[in-house]
């Protein structure tokens, strides 16, 4: 048992809110002239200007193709980072006025079929045999675009932020074509300029190349990318060399018009909904080649997927991620300020109790350093709850060599009359604050420090919030250290803040072997810590956890974990979350928990993960198995089945609970461009039998029709709750 005595929790308090506000200011005079890895220029990929039409075909027979200069020799990633790459791989490009190309050639060691888990656009990265580059076009190492397909033809695009994160919710118009031949397959992209943002003039850009031969359990990458970060990072590319400056793009309007029809009825409370017609507008108008307006006009997201229900256990609110596009655009610009639990914005606060009548979102670049973002969103009013504006304003600044400063304001008004205001409700609310994202130029270094400060009518003080988190990472060490301190009047409305007046510190610190052997990629061992502390520095909560995990070549991998939990509740609560008995504010529990994970090679058509844990939970016990079986018939989708047990045992006069949970889903891809999937849910917990269907036909490119059936029922007796039928059908007009 590990106990830490009060002194020490403040002694570890005080020196992690010392390594919060010393070292970022150590770091910034240490990294401007961090070395990187491999000097840019030494991987240079020479563009020239076609001389003749390229056809998007996937045969490279074109003259242009022929004298193009080949970017080979591509370096191991993983599952070790040393030496050449087994899989051969060369990629060229050319280009005309309106067209970027790349032809790519990926050659096999052997005649095994290519892994194709489905055929569906933006396909998962480590499941599919594929191919990505990505394009630094601004070079700053921080923002750009990726794009890529896979051996099964499905295409994959995205925009890059935060030094390489690749957010897949961007989408945009253009062709590839993918042929196999005997002992190698050819991608053909051809990428308009209109989808890119660039700055006119420059003749370099940064660009990297990733292959993913799954089969052969090989990533591989052009410029050499250390195997700890991912080879999307922009800390590690070579050079596009223009011969001339790529032709700056005209200005450009997209609209992408839709037509929706819908019927639903409420069983439970009798109330039928006779079907109904709507329609909407979005728009996009790059104004200029590296900032662009998007708007909407009564937006509809009844196409978008449904949340996964979980078994909820815990204290505080859970978070689901936002699924609808317009709001994953750019959003590091507005949803990536703060860090998780403690984000001042959160877009899912906007439009799901009240419909979104009007909304636009102005983001890019204005220069070289400096990033803008403006978010405005109107919704109407919804029985109990008001009409309301939200606006979130951003302004970004580089620093350094990848590091950024960023300033915000989050803005919630009610828009109806003040004798309207239902009571309780703020008339207003707003955030404001200053970010710094640390990332040296090598990548090992990256943190985050902010302060923030909330305002609302008649606010008592104790409305900040302040963080930090710095971390290091090399193949074999990962060393983090974080701390935050929320105020008790700290509001974000339009936010994600699960807790409230408090301190929190959190350590982690891992190490990883790599042998020299036929089964074991790496292995090591790790530690976490995390503390609660009330305003008067009381501790609250404390959590350890040490273990040791096992990646085996073969791309299964296993961890043995025990944690070590204290908690003394600040209100009642009732650990079944079901309506039971609540232990009663100011108890103190402690226990353990010895947990097991499995995940088992994804390259077999039958994989799975397994969850197993069994220990304490607040005044009983808990054991739990939870995971995924999953088969695939490729190319064409998998069957798949989410599940969750847990069983808890209390003393009198609390009563013993089990709760099941499972989700069955089948996921169709028929060709690149029809998709099927369908799932039903069961939760115990919440006793409901949720089914969703949805049928997607891309018709044309980012031009769908989308057919959705949804209904929840009682399980016992086989009572329909609700029930719902959606038609989409939009068009994108360039």
């Not at 994953?328 to 439009?351: T, V």
């Not at 060599?401 to 009610?414: E, H």
Request: glycine fraction near 8%; charge should be neutral.
């Amino acid at each position: 048992m590990i106990r830490l005595t009060r002194p020490c929790n403040i002694a570890t308090l005080a020196l992690s809110f010392f390594f919060l506000i010393a070292f970022p200011f150590f770091m910034a005079a240490q990294m401007e002239n961090s070395p990187k890895t491999a000097n840019r220029h030494h991987y240079t990929l020479k563009i020239q200007k076609a001389t003749g039409p390229i056809d998007t075909d996937g045969r490279l027979d074109e003259p242009d193709w022929q004298r193009a200069q080949a970017a080979a020799d591509f370096w191991r990633v993983l599952p070790i980072d040393t030496g050449y790459a087994d899989t051969r791989t060369e990629v060229r490009a050319t280009y005309d006025e309106q067209h970027l190309y790349f032809g790519i050639t990926c050659f096999e060691r052997d005649r095994r079929a290519n892994i194709i888990a489905s055929l569906r656009r933006d396909f998962v990265f480590g499941a599919n045999d594929n191919f990505l580059l990505f394009i630094d076009t601004y070079n700053d190492q921080t923002n750009g675009f990726s794009f890529g397909a896979s051996a099964g033809g499905a295409q994959w695009d995205g925009i890059q932020a935060d030094g390489g994160t690749v957010s897949l919710d961007w989408d945009c118009k253009w062709k590839s074509e993918v042929k196999h031949y005997d002992g190698y397959w050819i991608i053909e992209m051809a990428i308009p300029f209109r989808n890119l943002q660039f700055k006119a003039g420059v003749k370099e850009w940064g660009v990297n190349f990733s292959r993913m031969d799954v089969k052969n359990n090989e990533k591989s990458s052009w410029a050499p990318v250390p195997r700890q970060f991912a080879t999307a990072s922009l800390a590690f590319t070579g050079t596009l060399q223009w011969d001339a400056p790529p032709p700056r793009p005209r200005a450009r309007l997209s609209l992408i018009p839709y037509v929706a029809t819908q019927t639903s009825r409420d069983h439970e409370h009798g109330h039928e909904e006779a079907p109904s017609l709507d329609a909407g507008l979005d728009a996009k108008i790059s104004l200029t080649p590296s900032l662009n307006l998007d708007l909407t006009v009564n937006p509809d997201f009844s196409q978008v997927d449904v949340d996964e229900q979980v078994t909820n256990l815990d204290r505080f609110e859970l978070f689901f991620p936002e699924r609808r596009r317009f709001f994953l655009e750019n959003q590091d610009l507005f949803a990536g300020f703060g860090r998780d639990g403690l984000r001042p914005f959160f877009s899912r606060r906007i439009g799901l109790t009240n419909p979104v009548q009007a909304g636009l979102r102005l983001s890019g670049k204005l220069d070289e350093k400096w990033r803008i973002g403006l978010l405005n969103m109107q919704t109407g009013t919804q029985e109990a709850f008001p009409a309301a504006n939200f606006t979130v304003a951003s302004l970004q600044k580089r620093v350094f060599t990848r590091s950024n400063v960023g300033i915000f304001m989050v803005n919630k008004q009610l828009t109806i009359d003040q004798e309207k205001i239902p009571e309780g409700d703020n008339r207003y609310n707003r955030v404001i604050g200053l970010d710094y994202n640390l990332a040296s130029a090598d990548n090992r270094w990256t943190g985050k420090f902010f302060i923030h400060k909330s305002f609302s009518p008649g606010e008592p003080g104790r409305s900040m919030a302040l963080s930090g988190n710095l971390a290091y990472q090399t193949p074999q060490w990962f060393v983090e250290g974080g701390y935050d301190r929320v105020g008790a009047n700290y509001l974000a409305e339009t936010g994600f803040v699960r807790r409230r007046g408090l301190h929190r510190t959190a350590l982690g610190l891992g190490y990883r072997f790599y042998p020299t052997s036929e089964k074991v990629a790496n292995h090591g061992p790790s530690l976490e810590t995390e503390y609660y502390f009330d305003p008067s520095l009381k501790r609250t909560d404390e959590a350890w956890k040490v273990a040791y995990r096992v990646v085996f070549l073969n791309r299964s991998e296993a961890e043995l974990n025990l944690r070590q939990q204290y908690i003394q509740l600040l209100s009642p609560f009732d650990p079944t979350n079901s309506g039971g008995d609540s232990l009663a504010t100011g108890n103190e529990y402690f226990w353990k928990t010895l947990e097991f994970n499995y995940l088992s090679d994804g390259r077999k058509l039958f994989n799975y993960n397994v969850g197993i844990s069994y220990g304490g939970f607040f005044n009983g016990e808990r054991f739990s198995v939870e995971g995924t079986l999953n088969y695939r018939f490729q190319p064409y989708g998998s069957i798949s089945a989410n599940f969750a047990y847990n069983n808890l045992r209390f003393p009198a006069p609390f009563r013993d609970v089990d709760f099941f949970l499972i989700g069955p889903k089948l996921d169709l891809t028929l060709t690149t461009r029809l998709f099927l999937t369908a799932f039903v849910q069961y939760n115990e917990q919440a006793d409901n039998v949720n089914t969703n269907i949805r049928l997607q036909w891309r018709y044309q490119p980012v031009s769908d029709l989308f057919i959705v059936y949804s209904d929840n029922h009682l399980p016992t007796p086989w009572d329909v709750r609700n029930r719902a039928l959606v038609a989409k059908i939009s068009y994108w007009f360039n």
